[in-house]
């Protein structure tokens, strides 16, 4: 897979964990374990795209 498919792929999924996690935010029966399970695996997505961007700009 290219890096800028691969990066595309990352910030897709980045997009809609951020809308899940919008989403979840207006129902006040979330549960609290599941919204930090989306706010962790939000966090690795975003890393993951930052690493990827950082080793782009060094070559």
């Known amino acids: ?5 691969h990066l595309a792929e990352l ?10 996690l919008a ?12 919204l930090s399970q989306l706010k962790r695996e939000k966090l690795k997505l975003k890393d993951a795209i930052n690493k990827l961007k950082e080793g782009q700009t060094e070559h």
């Open 11 to 20: 910030s897709e999924r980045h997009r809609v964990l951020e809308q899940k």
């Open 23 to 34: 989403e979840a935010l207006t129902h006040p029966s979330i549960d609290n374990l599941e």
């Open 1 to 5: 897979m290219a890096l800028s498919a």
